[in-house]
């Protein structure tokens, strides 16, 4: 689903089923945002997808506070390691496919 958003794109899904998408926001943090409060109760539990790296741990921090249970990103930030250690520290799976959707 990621890959058909405009870029930054976060998608929520759960259950099979797209529960919350920020597109195209200047940052990933605000599209984050959007897909959280989109997602409303269905984002506690809901698998994250980002279409490009974080750049900051801040989006994995929100997906956590909101109560995401999976983060699902291409990796490639000279600061993934700032991400990774806010997972570990908080059991928060993450996963890199080292593949990028991001649109320009």
Same mark, same amino acid.
């Given at each position: #689903? #990621?890959?058909?958003?405009?870029?930054?794109?976060?998608?929520?899904?759960?259950?099979?089923?797209?529960?919350?998408?920020?597109? *195209?926001?200047?940052?990933?943090?605000?599209?984050?945002?959007?897909?959280? !409060?989109? %997602?409303?109760?269905? %984002? !506690?539990?809901?698998?994250?997808?980002?279409? %490009? /790296? /974080?750049?900051?741990? @801040?989006?994995?921090?929100?997906?956590? !506070?909101? *109560? #995401? !249970?999976?983060?699902?990103?291409?990796?490639?930030?000279?600061? @993934?390691? @700032?991400?990774? @250690?806010?997972?570990?520290?908080?059991?928060?799976?993450?996963? /890199?496919?080292?593949?990028?959707? /991001?649109?320009?």
């Amino acid at each position: #689903v #990621v890959k058909h958003v405009k870029s930054n794109a976060i998608v929520l899904v759960k259950d099979e089923q797209t529960v919350g998408i920020g597109p *195209g926001q200047p940052n990933r943090i605000t599209s984050a945002n959007i897909a959280i !409060k989109q %997602a409303g109760a269905k %984002a !506690k539990g809901s698998i994250l997808g980002s279409d %490009a /790296f /974080f750049p900051f741990a @801040d989006t994995v921090e929100a997906a956590h !506070k909101a *109560g #995401v !249970k999976g983060i699902i990103q291409p990796g490639g930030s000279i600061r @993934d390691q @700032d991400s990774i @250690d806010y997972c570990d520290q908080h059991d928060l799976p993450m996963l /890199f496919t080292g593949y990028r959707h /991001f649109k320009h």
